[in-house]
């Protein structure tokens, strides 16, 4: 089997189980420990995703980075081909608009391109992670592109019964530095 016909049925696999398991206490305990880490501590820009449907909840922590001050960027897929900006928001509820794939993108006819450094945090969606650091994402390839020339921390929210000890993954896939999941923090080395 080919790792693209691995990946897909993965995939079916992980939402799934990621469906199943969502729920708001785990969702806290994510939060908790996201922010009590030194990689958002010590950051001055968070790189992150407004979540979807079953995908560990974002909202909460956008919503702090924000009242800490810190600057808070979200993704913009540029085109089909796997490119995507991130924007500044100061406020998700007026910096969004729907965008590519139906998901809440920045507005940018007000929104600012973001620049970002070694302490920038980048929180990378993915449906699964091994304990190796390699994540199982959506199939776009926009994360692992954009992250092939990310300096900064790269970091994965998931619940604990998606960690697998190895997913395929090929030469294009990032490995994260840290995992952060309902029970456990990977710190990838």
């Known amino acids: 089997m080919q790792i693209k016909d691995e990946k897909r049925e993965l995939r079916n696999k992980f939402r799934s189980v990621r469906a199943e398991v969502k729920s708001e206490a785990k969702d806290k305990r994510i939060y908790d420990s996201f922010i009590k880490n030194d990689a958002y501590i010590n950051s001055d820009t968070v790189l ?31 085109n089909g081909n796997g490119d995507m900006d991130f924007y500044f928001v100061k406020d998700i509820g007026r910096s969004l608009v729907a965008g590519f ?7 940018t006819s007000f929104c600012v391109k973001a620049c970002f450094s ?67 923090i990977y710190l990838i080395k």
Do not use: H, M, W
């Open 48 to 78: 992150i995703y407004y979540s979807v449907k079953s995908e560990a909840d974002t909202l909460k922590i956008i919503d702090t980075a924000l009242k800490d001050g810190k600057k808070v960027a979200l993704p913009k897929c540029v």
């Open 118 to 184: 070694d302490s920038t945090v980048c929180v990378v969606p993915a449906l699964a992670v091994d304990k190796r650091g390699y994540r199982l994402g959506y199939g776009g390839g926009y994360y692992d592109r954009f992250l092939s020339n990310f300096k900064g921390i790269k970091l994965a929210l998931c619940y604990d019964e998606c960690i697998c000890d190895e997913l395929p993954c090929d030469k294009f896939d990032v490995k994260l530095d840290i995992v952060i999941t309902d029970r456990n």
């Open 101 to 107: 794939y139906s998901l809440q993108e920045p507005d």
